[in-house]
């Protein structure tokens, strides 16, 4: 079992930073993959970031260059800093760890004002 906790959400104008992050209570923390989704007001949710366990990151295009994924196996916690926010990132974003099966975290609200 693994429970993922997210922190650093909130109301950000549009142009501002945030940096999210998802601590982990499992011991097995290095093998698993690791991502940020989110999810707008009526819309399915997203892939934003992954990591996989080795570190190789891919992004969601829209994200490209302004966010950036990062773990630190030490502290069993994955970070995502955005930048150059944006009214259209206003989303709940959600943490999720996979081996074999998914965990999901209870997520965070950003919110962007233009």
């Known amino acids: 079992q693994v429970q993922l906790v997210e922190s650093g959400g909130g109301l950000v104008q549009s142009g501002g930073s945030l940096r999210l992050s998802c601590a982990a209570s499992?011991?097995?923390?290095?093998?698993?993959?690791m991502a940020w989704y989110r999810q707008m007001p009526w819309k399915e949710r997203e892939l934003v970031a992954h990591i996989d366990n080795r570190g190789s990151t891919n992004y969601a295009e829209n994200v490209k260059g302004r966010f950036t994924i990062a773990r630190d196996n030490d502290k069993a916690t994955i970070y995502l800093q955005m930048n150059n926010l944006k009214p259209e990132d206003t989303a709940v974003y959600y943490c999720?760890?996979?081996?074999?099966?998914?965990?999901w975290g209870q997520g965070t609200q950003v919110t962007v004002s233009s």
């Open positions: 499992t011991s097995v923390f290095g093998i698993l993959d």
């Open positions: 999720h760890a996979y081996r074999v099966i998914g965990y």
